[in-house]
């Protein structure tokens, strides 16, 4: 996936919340309302989705990752169920603030374009790989 550049994380930081976490932590689950968005200053993050069932790894997400971007844009659900391991640091941004966020600085929704184009690919890319 797209990772989140250095000016794109700056402004990130301003509004945000962070945790960090210190065992594996769900951030959200597959069907729940997207109320947040993550992004995964650094660790990895696990996005799971159910098929048959059955929880299947869709993909891992690496640092500088936004998390549930798709779902908060798309204002769906969220499709997967996403998990941090240990010593993840993540940074919580409310929609609104978000919006507010690229709305204030025009030149990071090309960023949030690449980033939803990226995002789109992988699950592509990860939903072929469970089929073959």
Do not use: W
């Not at 993909?59 to 798709?70: H, K, N, Q, T």
């Not at 659900?77 to 600085?105: K, N, R």
Request: hydrophobic content about 45%; proline content about 5%.
């Amino acid at each position: 996936m797209a990772a989140v550049d250095g000016k794109m994380a700056e402004h990130l930081g301003q509004p945000s919340k962070h945790f960090a976490s210190k065992a594996d932590r769900i951030l959200f689950r597959e069907g729940d309302a997207p109320d947040q968005i993550y992004f995964l200053r650094k660790g990895e993050a696990t996005l799971k989705l159910t098929v048959d069932n059955q929880a299947i790894a869709c993909f891992r997400v690496r640092a500088c990752s936004l998390i549930g971007l798709s779902a908060v844009i798309g204002n769906r659900p969220y499709s997967t169920t996403a998990s941090v391991g240990p010593d993840a640091v993540v940074e919580v941004v409310e929609p609104s603030e978000f919006f507010d966020l690229i709305d204030s600085h025009p030149e990071l929704y090309f960023r949030v374009l690449r980033i939803l184009a990226a995002e789109n690919e992988a699950a592509l890319q990860a939903l072929a790989n469970v089929l073959s």
